[in-house]
């Protein structure tokens, strides 16, 4: 189980996104910022500021699962928001936050497009991505194509419990914040496309932890527009897309965005999902990542993984992985478990 | 006015409606304390169940809360003096560096619908806030932690509160998706929710005990 599986699973992960059964279930590693920098054993802050400290921790969390998880320019929340001139602070473990400063539809009005070399944790993403394909661009490659979703940018941007009243208090403010957001996250995208190497650019993944907290006819209304404006954008663009809170609400909304492999969280039932997505959309997920992989045992991570197969593999279409992104603190042992049990029950 | 009226301008978020429809009811003759207790709070009920249900989302249900609290600000001026005009003094945040604010503010929704005045600390909250809740009035806290990293800055807070000695004046209750009953105890706070609409009932019963 050594660069060989890596290799092999990826292959799978391939097949089971173009809804297929593969001769073996792959697993992924979804791994970021709180998880990478406690194995790393440094702040989740200075990991956020130092592209090589964050290149250093990513490699050592690659080399212990064995090629599993990869490199890429990490800084949680803050790329969107800080490039429309949002303050960003860091709470003292080190995790940033967006200080809400749309408190009219004037503030929305001054909102600006910035130039990509100007534009805050954006900028400093981009040089991490620079940084970091520089250093092992040639062995390992660098992913670059994710963005937070306008429709969260917008809600961090105008506070979440404001902008989700909106929805229905000020839908004018909200389409118009949308409009701004869409418009960045595309530059955003076009500057993605534009730094890796000539056609490379081959998936896109959205997240969006908030789109599944309004209903689905105000998902159909509000987000699914913008879903489509950015992923039709890039047609030739594999579409991902991650929301690990509960959505099972808009999981018809995200077949009709054109989603081909959904990340979700462990509050959506799997065996509901996949009746509601077979054929449509592949699922990664769904082991609890903070009661199972964070503070269960082996045996726990074990029968999640079992159940998973059980309600969701039939048919292809599945990849096991975390529900949602790998907790701080997350056992090796555990993780292990993961990639086992998928190996040992996930033979099709 | 039938009352019933307004109970379904709150349950349908009613906003521009609210504050005449409130009035009118004043004018036909219902208390404030009638609208709260026969429109309002059981609008509000209706509302949260609704919520967790399934069958409405949050923007309906922060919508509903602001409909109620339109009302309230109508009502509010003729119940002075009426001490048993609220439940309760509820103050609630996120604990230090915890800036997740849906859960919180959903309990929010579901306190105040449930009769309780409501401080709203807000997110990352130092145990300062809270202690200076207290000093306002409050009976009740709430501590709201959805990160694992942050739980232990529920004991800090609640020593803190010790050391200034308020601890006795307050029932604190702890919720959010990185707590359980047994850490929530552990942690020193006097009852645990698994969930928002658990939240009204248990603070009533901690308030009972508090005399
Ligand atoms: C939405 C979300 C976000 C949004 C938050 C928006 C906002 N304004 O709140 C965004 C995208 C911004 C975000 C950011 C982050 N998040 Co987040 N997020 C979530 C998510 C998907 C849902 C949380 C939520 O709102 N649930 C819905 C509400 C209604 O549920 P709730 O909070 O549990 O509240 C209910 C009850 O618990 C209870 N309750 C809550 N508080 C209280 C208090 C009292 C007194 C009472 C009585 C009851 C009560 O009532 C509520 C209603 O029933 C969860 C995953 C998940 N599925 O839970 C991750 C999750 C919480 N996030 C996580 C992380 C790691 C982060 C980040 C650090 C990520 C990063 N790389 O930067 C950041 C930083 C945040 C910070 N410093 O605080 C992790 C936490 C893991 C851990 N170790 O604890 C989770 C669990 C995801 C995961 N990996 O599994 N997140």
Redesign the interface.
């Known amino acids: 189980m050594r660069e060989g599986f890596a290799q092999k699973n990826f292959e799978r992960v391939a097949v089971a996104v173009s809804y297929q059964e593969p001769d073996q279930l792959p697993v992924f590693l979804n791994v970021n910022g709180p998880y990478i920098a406690s194995y790393y054993n440094v702040s989740p802050y200075d990991y956020y500021h130092s592209p090589e400290l964050m290149l250093k921790a990513q490699l050592a969390v690659r080399e212990r699962f064995w090629g599993l998880t990869g490199v890429f320019p990490d800084m949680s929340i803050a790329p969107e928001p800080s490039a429309m001139g949002a303050e960003i602070t860091w709470t003292k473990d080190g995790t940033p936050w967006v200080i809400p400063c749309i408190h009219s539809m004037e503030d929305v009005e001054r909102l600006e497009i910035p130039d990509v070399a100007n534009a805050g944790y954006m900028t400093k993403s981009l040089e991490t991505y620079h940084y970091m394909y520089q250093q092992v661009g040639g062995d390992i490659p660098v992913s670059f194509g994710t963005t937070h979703s306008p429709w969260g940018v917008a809600a961090l941007m105008r506070g979440t419990s404001d902008f989700m009243a909106d929805v229905i208090m000020d839908p004018e403010l909200v389409r118009a914040l949308l409009r701004k957001t869409t418009d960045l996250g595309l530059m955003w995208l076009r500057n993605m496309e534009k730094s890796v190497p000539a056609g490379t650019f081959k998936r896109i993944l959205i997240w969006d932890d908030l789109s599944s907290f309004v209903s689905l006819d105000h998902f159909r209304e509000f987000i699914l527009p913008v879903y489509e404006e950015l992923y039709g954008a890039f047609p030739e663009c594999e579409r991902w897309y991650h929301n690990d809170a509960n959505a099972t609400n808009i999981l018809e909304g995200l077949a009709e965005a054109g989603v081909k492999c959904f990340h979700l969280g462990d509050e959506v039932d799997m065996a509901f999902a996949k009746e509601k997505l077979r054929g449509r959309v592949a699922l990664m997920g769904n082991v609890p990542p903070l009661k199972v992989l964070r503070n269960g045992t082996r045996q726990d991570v074990e029968a999640s993984v079992k159940d998973i197969i059980k309600k969701a593999a039939k048919g292809g279409g599945l990849i096991i992985a975390p529900g949602g992104y790998m907790d701080e603190g997350t056992p090796d042992q555990n993780i292990e478990a993961m990639i086992e049990a998928t190996a040992r029950y996930g033979r099709y | 006015m039938d009352l019933d009226i307004l109970k379904q301008a709150v349950t349908k978020?009613r906003?521009k409606e609210i504050e005449q429809l409130t009035r009118q009811a004043l004018e036909d003759g219902s208390t404030p304390r009638q609208i709260l207790d026969q429109a309002l709070v059981p609008a509000m009920e209706m509302v949260g169940a609704m919520f967790s249900a399934?069958d409405?989302?949050?923007?309906?249900m922060?919508?509903s809360a602001?409909v109620m609290q339109k009302s309230l600000d109508v009502l509010k001026p003729l119940m002075v003096g009426d001490i048993t005009s609220n439940v309760g003094r509820f103050a609630i945040g996120t604990v230090?560096?915890?800036?997740h604010?849906?859960g919180k503010?959903i309990v929010i929704s579901m306190m105040q619908g449930a009769g309780f005045e409501v401080i709203d600390l807000g997110?990352?909250c130092p145990p300062e806030k809270f202690i200076q809740a207290i000093k306002d009035g409050a009976q009740l806290l709430g501590m709201s932690a959805i990160?694992?990293?942050?739980v232990e800055n529920i004991r800090r807070t609640i020593e803190a509160i010790k050391e200034s000695g308020l601890r006795e004046q307050v029932k604190i209750l702890a919720g959010g998706?990185?707590v359980n009953e047994s850490l929530a105890l552990k942690m020193g706070a006097d009852a645990y929710c698994e969930d928002a609409g658990e939240a009204p009932p248990k603070a009533k019963s901690l308030l009972a005990q508090l005399g």
């Open positions: 978020g906003f399934g409405i989302f949050i923007p309906e922060m919508v602001k230090k560096d915890d800036l604010d849906i503010n997110i990352d990160l694992t990293t942050v998706a990185a």
